[in-house]
């Protein structure tokens, strides 16, 4: 009879088959940058409600300049299945690949002052001012993937030991003094899933401030 932790590591390697067999990530440094326009609010405000969104998702701030409109966070682990408190897997695919990989994720916004031409978007209406002033908010979301070199294991059913000294039961990041020499982390392109989730917060907790 197999035992579920048998199950478990036959699931993972399943998927993990189906990865690398095509399933490629949509994550891609073609995808575009999220953007929101926020009108009525200074860009301290929308810094401020970018700044509690962010740690609000346990995001750790690297540079928060409001003179220069930016904000930047420090890399953030991907969150593990158990950790249902946390919010940065904004997808499935985001989900499946931060259970099966080492990954971490970095946000950056940028808050930038545009015009807005009201008599335009209102077809000519008399009435209206011609021109108003609105922050263009943009989120962009880089991925990265920790590469490790693997060990060698005897059989299948050593597999979760491939790339760390982990268990049947327990999946954790151990690695030795060769693997830590060589070890680096790639570039795998943006998550617009996350950056839209972040934006949308942000949008909401802006309505709130009027």
Known sequence: METAASKAILCVLL????????CGSPNASSAPVQMIRAEGVTTAQVMQAADEVL??????????????????TRPLRGAQFFEFWRSDNASTF??????????????????????????REAGGADGLQPAASSLRVQCDVSVQRLSLPGNEVASVSQAYQIHTRSTPIQQRLQVNARQRQTMAWVDMGRDPDLAARILQRIERRIERMD
Do not use: W
């Open 15 to 22: 998927i993990a088959a189906s990865f690398s067999a095509g």
């Open 55 to 72: 740690t609000g998702m346990h995001f750790s701030i690297e540079k928060l300049d409001v003179d220069q409109g930016v904000i930047r």
């Open 94 to 119: 985001a989900c499946e690949e931060a259970n099966l990989q080492a990954i971490r994720r970095s946000v950056e916004l940028q808050v930038r002052r545009e015009p807005v031409d009201r008599r």
